[in-house]
């Protein structure tokens, strides 16, 4: 990779998280295994993705900008942990094969749309104005090194790698 454009590939890493998470929904009443297929797919990935902002993009915005304990990144950490709790509710429900998961699933979308826009108006373009070229392509090659959470277990299963 020449270039390393934040507002492109984590925009492009929401659109398919969105993707899966919409098949999840779209084939739990048709289809639950394909269903929990696109769900393992969509809670490794957003906690990868998560992982790869809290530990490579907001500490290099903070050490830009000196807003560590306030500012955007603060606040996008209280919505990070509003997501993970969304999104293992809705795991919960996906384990015991629940299908009534839509006050869960709204829960989630409700956090994940104001905090997906201001990532991509605020946060990434931000990051792409403040941090060179070089610095952008050493923080994808860490980023490289974060896997999903295999530690973790998704519907009796370890999650896959996307």
Known sequence: MK???????????????????????????TDFQAAQESFKKFRSG???????????????????????????????????????????????????????SAPQEAALMEVLKFHNDKEETILYPAIDHMVGEKDRLAAYERMKHIPSDAS????????PNR
């Not at 492109?8 to 009443?29: A, P």
């Not at 957003?46 to 306030?70: S, V, Y």
């Open 46 to 100: 957003l906690q990868r993705h998560i992982a790869w902002e809290e530990q490579i993009l907001f500490p290099l915005f903070e050490d830009l900008t000196g807003m560590k304990d306030m500012g955007p990144t603060a606040v996008m950490r209280e919505e990070h942990r509003q997501i993970e709790a969304a999104l293992e509710a809705i795991h919960a429900k996906v384990e015991h094969r629940d299908l009534d």
């Open 3 to 29: 270039d390393f454009n934040v507002q492109d590939y984590f925009s492009h890493d929401h659109d398919e998280l969105d993707g899966f998470f919409r098949d999840f929904q779209s084939l739990k009443m």
């Open 152 to 159: 973790k277990t998704c519907c009796g299963h370890t999650p």
